[in-house]
């Protein structure tokens, strides 16, 4: 144990004695205190109406207003300048030969892997003091803050990070170079930025599949207050995996063996995981959730499909999605939604078809209107239970 503490303190010094940490730690204060200080102020402002507006008043909520765009600078910050504070702690000692050194002093790459992950967790965990005291602020301003909702945000950003740590680790062990291995961690972490991108203006089933599994889309759950075990055990998951990888790039070819073993341990996981579904609402005001009633019916439906005749792109689906969409699938998980392509989506553009049972009892019934409303009455009638229209 002493001998590791002795490593652990060589990495805790390097990796904060690096001038890109201390850039990180800059740039982190910088993003978040300007984002903090525009939002607080925007939101001060526009909240005014909300002290003799009860109904105004429901629309305005801190973590939403004030806090997720300021974590968003530290989104940028973690995902463009935290790789260079990490990357050196492999690449340096690579192209100066003292990698090969700890493991002469008898260190085990899975000793020098976590060590280096440590380091780089301590660094995040400073880094988290810049939000943390933005709550401080709020509070001596007479603010209040839902904690479970701003946890969950914090919390997803902090698994976030930690996967950035993963990804800019494996890339350090790959080369000598610095340059280099950023340019590889970079293009691991843009590549989500990417994927969504092409999502959002494709139907296309692939990049549909892709997209639910890139970090960003993982980030999305947590910035909306909820809480997605699913996305919890993706992100530990893509940790491990890269940490894992790093693992077989230092061990020598004995441990190859071992590694495979391991990896071949991993499937269940990885088959478990992608089938999990488990979305719980941790807002205060419950806003990305039906009402009991409506949500408790919802939840009895059996083999519930939706097929949309609509562009991703189109601002109709976007108020369906965000109004009806998202909540009915966090009330019903199982629940089919086809996007139409091609033919059938240029002739039939703007319809939306909802369809209960399968086989020969399936019935379905299509509307062009994207409200919550209609889609309640046509599903009353599909599934023959009454659900009050709130």
């Not at 984002?35 to 305005?60: E, H, M, P």
């Not at 719980?280 to 009402?291: A, Y």
Request: charged content about 15%.
């Amino acid at each position: 144990m002493k001998k590791f503490l002795v490593l652990l303190k060589k990495e805790v010094l390097q990796i904060f004695r690096n001038p890109a940490a201390l850039l990180f730690f800059v740039f982190s204060s910088l993003l978040f205190g300007s984002s903090f200080v525009a939002s607080l102020s925007l939101y001060s402002q526009a909240s005014a109406k909300a002290l003799s507006d009860l109904v105004y008043a429901k629309n305005f909520e801190p973590v939403l207003g004030i806090f997720l765009p300021s974590f968003g600078g530290l989104f940028l910050v973690f995902s463009i300048i935290l790789p260079f504070a990490v990357i050196p702690l492999f690449s340096l000692e690579r192209k100066n030969n003292t990698l090969t050194l700890l493991f002469q002093l008898s260190y085990s790459s899975f000793e020098i892997i976590f060590a280096k992950f440590l380091a780089s967790f301590l660094v995040i965990v400073f880094s988290f003091l810049i939000p943390l005291s933005g709550i401080v602020v709020f509070l001596l301003l007479g603010g209040h803050i839902p904690f479970n909702e701003f946890f969950l945000l914090f919390f997803g950003y902090f698994l976030y990070s930690l996967t950035v740590v993963a990804i800019s680790l494996f890339s350090g062990a790959i080369f000598n170079s610095v340059s280099s291995s950023s340019v590889v961690a970079l293009v691991l972490i843009l590549y989500s930025w990417i994927v969504d991108f092409l999502s959002g203006v494709s139907n296309s089933a692939v990049l549909n599949f892709l997209s639910s599994f890139t970090l960003t889309s993982l980030l999305k759950d947590f910035e909306s207050g909820i809480l997605n075990l699913r996305s919890v055990f993706v992100f530990v998951l893509i940790i491990f995996f890269f940490l894992f990888l790093t693992f077989v790039v230092l061990s020598p070819e004995k441990r190859l063996k071992k590694a495979f073993v391991f990896a071949l341990m991993l499937f269940p996981v990885c088959f478990f995981v992608f089938n999990f579904s488990k979305r719980i609402d941790f807002t205060e005001s419950l806003r990305n959730s039906f009402p009991p009633q409506i949500a408790e019916k919802i939840r009895k439906i059996q083999n519930l499909s939706i097929k949309i005749y609509l562009n991703k792109e189109d601002s109709r689906f976007y108020d369906y999605k965000k109004e009806f969409l998202d909540r009915v699938i966090l009330v019903n998980p199982d629940i089919k939604v086809e996007f139409a392509k091609g033919k059938q989506l240029e002739e039939n553009y703007g319809i939306f078809v909802y369809c209960v049972g399968k086989g020969e009892k399936k019935k379905c019934e299509k509307t062009y209107s994207n409200s919550p409303e209609e889609a309640f009455i046509i599903l009353s009638k599909l599934s023959g239970m009454s659900i009050p229209i709130d």
